[in-house]
């Protein structure tokens, strides 16, 4: 197996490590900093990598307009009928917080890193010292703020959602013609929620083929069953939306995951990335005790020197510790060497 791989912060992240778990905080503060440092505490509790941020402000993101193309008019979304302007206001993390944010996850021990969605956004984080960078799935055909982002020389994270081949291609191009080849790829269906169906992951192993990087899940369906079949094809950074409790609400509480959930998700991807191994048949080490469990053949009763073996004589039971089954009808027939006592092991030294 290769060995692809990134350092993001003191983690190194890639095919021959264990899946890493990164908890998106996004809106499910709430508004409230007492709430964003319990979301930490819960991340760290649940064993996350990392805590993930979105660093923009309503008039970063868009403009405070009431016509027709600055509202969400789909029906089946969760926020139809809302403004731009007025989600992006309730779902920001403001940027006074950033710096007790970081402070909070450096304290307890996990990584803290940001989506920025502008130029400004960038030099701010730079001036926390983010170790490491998301570009989100709706800014992956922005080149310019990818390039500045790839000027940083740190480690980018790009969600591929609603990209093309091409699409991506110019973004990772983009990246690595500023000299900057620590790139991870994160399948990711930008519907919220997304389907199973809609999820597709058997792209991840085409990804990281296609362009040679680290790759993982940005997985914005219901539960953790996704996120954990991805390890098995190559998913090596898995992120989900998370939250205190679904029912305080929130712009994207609906999907995201509870502490109990994410504690399920951060050791189930891990078991999953654990029983992958090595391609192997055979016994493992562990399994040559259960060898007792296999049939062979064994004397059934008492056999006298010289008495044919027969199939009541002879009998393919438990333990396999005889002549495999697969003898039986060359023993059958044949004559006995030596008295056997019932429960004697039946070898080629005991029939003539």
């Given at each position: ?237 898995i992120e989900k939306h998370f939250t205190l409790a679904r029912s305080d609400g929130g712009p994207d509480a609906a999907f995201s995951l509870e502490p109990p959930e994410m504690r399920a998700l951060v050791e189930e991807s891990e078991r999953a990335w654990q ?78």
């Amino acid at each position: 197996m290769s060995d692809r791989s990134v350092r993001l912060g003191d983690v190194l992240v890639g095919d021959q490590h264990p899946p890493y778990v990164i908890a998106e905080m996004s809106g499910n503060h709430n508004q409230s900093i007492e709430r964003a440092f319990d979301i930490i505490d819960a991340a760290v509790e649940a064993g996350c990598h990392a805590v993930k941020l979105q660093t923009y402000t309503a008039d970063t993101m868009t403009l405070d307009c009431d016509s027709e193309e600055f509202l969400i008019t789909d029906k089946n979304s969760l926020w139809s009928g809302r403004r731009l302007y007025e989600l992006y206001q309730e779902a920001h993390t403001p940027w006074e917080w950033h710096k007790q944010i970081f402070n909070r996850c450096k304290e307890k021990g996990i990584a803290c890193f940001s989506t920025p969605f502008d130029h400004t956004s960038v030099d701010f984080l730079e001036e926390l010292n983010v170790p490491f960078y998301k570009i989100a799935s709706f800014e992956n055909t922005d080149l310019p703020l990818i390039r500045k982002v790839a000027a940083t020389g740190k480690p980018i994270i790009i969600s591929n959602g609603m990209a093309t081949v091409s699409e991506i291609a110019e973004a990772v191009e983009t990246i690595r013609g500023c000299g900057n080849d620590q790139i991870v790829i994160l399948k990711c269906t930008s519907t919220y929620p997304a389907t199973p169906t809609d999820s597709n992951i058997v792209t991840i192993p085409h990804l990281r083929e296609l362009f040679d990087v680290v790759v993982g899940l940005s997985d914005h369906t219901l539960g953790i069953g996704v996120p954990v079949a991805s390890v098995a094809l190559g998913a090596r950074i898995i992120e989900k939306h998370f939250t205190l409790a679904r029912s305080d609400g929130g712009p994207d509480a609906a999907f995201s995951l509870e502490p109990p959930e994410m504690r399920a998700l951060v050791e189930e991807s891990e078991r999953a990335w654990q029983a992958l191994g090595t391609i192997h048949y055979g016994l493992t080490e562990k399994e040559k005790k259960s060898t007792c469990f296999r049939r062979s053949l064994f004397a059934a009763v008492d056999i006298s020197e010289g008495e044919e073996l027969t199939p009541q004589n002879v009998r393919i039971i438990r333990p396999g510790t005889g002549l495999p089954p697969k003898y039986s009808e060359v023993v059958w027939g044949r004559r006995a060497s030596q008295d056997l006592k019932k429960g004697t092991p039946i070898s080629f030294e005991l029939v003539r």
